[in-house]
Every structure is written in C-alpha cells, then in structure tokens.
C-alpha cells in the first residue's frame, strides 16, 4: 500500500521513484487534446482567472520553491503579474492588495500553521478569489478555499519532500496554462503536448540514479555546497540546497548564477562543491560563463546538464546529461537528480533519511 516502503530502502527512496506515477495522475483528466480545462480548478475558475490582474502566492519551506517556479512561469506564459512570499513573513505585514488580485496558496498538508493563517487573513484584504493547490483532500486549506486543485501525489512520509514538490509544480503549470487560456491568450499547445511525455522523460531521469549514487561520494566529507540556476532554475537550486540540508547536515546555499561575483565568489576553492543545472535555454551562454568563473578558481563542478547542451566533463567538472525536455518544463525535471544526490549524500552519512533531527513532516504550530 501507500504507506508501506515496499522494496525501497527509505520511504524517501520510494516516493523520488513514484514521480513518473503521480505526475501523470496530476495530469489525468485536466488535458483535453492540447489544452487545459480550466474548470479542473472548479466551476468558477474561468470567471476569477479572467478577471486576476495579479496574483500573490503563498507558501512555506519546499512549496514556497514550487511557488517561486510559478512566478516565472505565470509572467512569461500567462502575462499576469505575480508575488511569491513565504507566509510567516506575509501574514505580519501590512500588504498592499491591488484590485483584481487571486490569492494562492501552495501546501502539501494543507494543516501548516502559516499558510493557513496567511489565507484567513488574505480574506479579510478584498482579493477576488482565493485557490489552494495542496495534496491532502479535506484539509484546512481545502476547505477554506474558493477553489481547490488538488495535487494528487498520494501519502509523502519522509519529512524532505519530494514528490509532493513536482506534482505541484505539475499543478502550477497547469494554472499558468488555464490562466493564459481564460484570458484568451495562448494556450501553449506545445507545454501541453510536453506535459504528456513528462512521466516518460521522468523516468528515463531516475535511471541515471546509479550514476548520480557515485557523485554522492565527492559530498560525504564536504561541510559546504553551493547550488547555481538561473531563471526558474534560481528556486530548483533553491530546493536543492534545502534538501542537502535537511537530510545530510551539509551546509548549503543557492544562488542565482549572475549573483556569484556579488559575493559567493569568495567562497569558492577546492573544498566547495559546486552544483549546477543547465538546462538548453537562452540563458545557457551566461550560464557557462558563470561556470567558467568557479572554474578559474578552482572550485569542483558538478553540472547538470542537457544532453544537447555540449558541457563536456573536464578536469573540476563533473558532467551528468538528462534528457532533452521543452525548456517550459526542465525545472521539474532538474529536481529530480537533485533529490537523488541529496539521498545518496544522506544514506552515505549514515542520517536518519526519513525523519531528519529537529524538522517535522507538517508543522502545524507556530
Ligand atoms: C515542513 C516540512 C517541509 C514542507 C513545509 C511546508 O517544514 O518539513 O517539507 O515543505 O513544512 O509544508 P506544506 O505541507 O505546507 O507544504
């Protein structure tokens, strides 16, 4: 059942290998041909997407990452201004609600004290509407909640959470897609179309696990690690750093690449692993020549990259290629061999995989 690890060593294990299962089920019935119904996120979706002139997303640890992808997907894709805040830091503001704003909120348990509180007190502030993209039916959030989609991962027992994150990000994009459409926009019959071979491409990914065991090893010794993206990259990165941190104990940060002369630079020697992704978009060029600058100081690369892409391992750098994916959709597939180095890193460690020290699966106190 659900709640049995079955085979798989941790429960984290088996919930990385579900993905290519879940993201289908998020998808099931919400295409139709090569386009998204709306009404997958209730009857009165098409009305309140039309009339969103903004739309402000609020969310917590790993989800706020999923809700910082939808920012760049919702501006690029759908046209429609967008803010992503962490909702211990939103609700004890005073924020600003421009008329005509959707308030989102993004939670796998739909019970985290913050996020809940942060939608109560969203209805007191004149949003037109407010939508919860969360994975447990019949929680809190769900049921406060004007509209609803839920994410369909299944029950997520290790604490990192892994499966819930992309099928939200599955979940997100078919907002951004259901908002362009109910605006009579594009309706990117193309990221639809991508969205259908995603299980398949997800899969072809985890098979790069016993590559991506081996890297692990270069991390066991390490009390550091610096995680590069750049655009919907920037929160994948993010992730990454976080889940290294929850289940290994290393230290670790993310920054957008362009940001590395500003600072992280000076951190960079033979003792700081460098994580990148690079998948074959219009920023790869930066990209590399980011890459290039961790070179020259001697900083240990290890890259994620396209199979198009032609980043060739060399000395420093260590090359692992993914498959080629819609560039719409490759921050959901980077996550996947981020989660995996983060597991073997943790196993490698001897940590207690599934329920790290000090971190609850859903916190629902302050
Ligand atoms: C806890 C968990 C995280 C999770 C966060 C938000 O900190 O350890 O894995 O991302 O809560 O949880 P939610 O259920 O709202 O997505």
């Known amino acids: 059942g659900a709640a049995s690890k079955g085979d798989y060593r941790h429960y984290m294990l088996k919930e990385i290998y579900e993905q290519p299962t879940v993201i289908q089920a998020v998808l099931e019935g919400r295409l139709s041909g090569n386009s998204v119904l709306i009404e997958s996120f209730g009857p009165d979706a098409q009305a309140l997407f039309q009339k969103a002139r903004q739309i402000h997303i609020i969310a917590c640890g790993t989800s706020y990452h999923a809700a910082m992808v939808a920012r760049y997907w919702l501006e690029r894709y759908a046209c429609v201004p967008v803010q992503v805040e962490v909702a211990s830091e939103y609700r004890y503001r005073h924020p600003v609600v421009p008329e005509g704003a959707l308030f989102v909120t993004l939670s ?49 027992i290790g604490v990192a959470s892994t499966k819930a994150f992309t099928t939200q990000l599955v979940a997100l994009m078919l907002l951004t897609l259901s908002v362009s459409k109910a605006k009579g926009q594009e309706e990117h019959a193309g990221i639809v179309e991508a969205l259908q071979t995603l299980p398949d491409v997800c899969k072809q990914t985890l098979a790069l696990d016993s590559q991506i065991e081996q890297l692990s090893q270069a991390f066991a010794e390490k009390h550091h690690a610096l995680f590069l993206g750049r655009g919907a990259h920037y929160p994948i990165a993010l992730e990454g750093a976080l ?86 959709l490759a921050p959901l597939l980077y996550t996947l061999p981020l989660q995996l180095l983060s597991y073997h890193v943790a196993v490698l460690k001897g940590t207690d995989v599934d329920q790290p020290r000090n971190l609850a699966k859903s916190v629902t106190v302050e």
């Open 243 to 328: 889940k290294l941190k929850e289940i290994s104990y290393i230290h670790a940060e993310a920054y957008p690449a362009g940001e590395l002369k500003h600072g992280p630079l000076a951190l960079v020697d033979s003792e700081m692993p460098v994580i990148s992704v690079a998948p074959n978009d219009d920023l790869l060029e930066k990209l590399k020549s980011n890459l290039q600058e961790v070179r020259a100081r001697g900083g240990q690369l290890f890259v994620f990259a396209d199979e198009n892409v032609g980043i060739k391992p060399e000395d420093n750098i260590q090359v692992i290629e993914l498959p080629h994916i819609h560039e719409a």
């Open 108 to 156: 796998q348990s739909g019970e985290t004290a913050d996020t809940l509180a942060a939608l109560r007190f969203a209805k007191t502030l004149g949003y037109v509407g407010t939508l919860a993209i969360c994975n447990v039916p019949g929680s809190s959030l769900v049921r406060e909640s004007d509209m609803t989609l839920m994410t369909r991962a299944g029950p997520e």
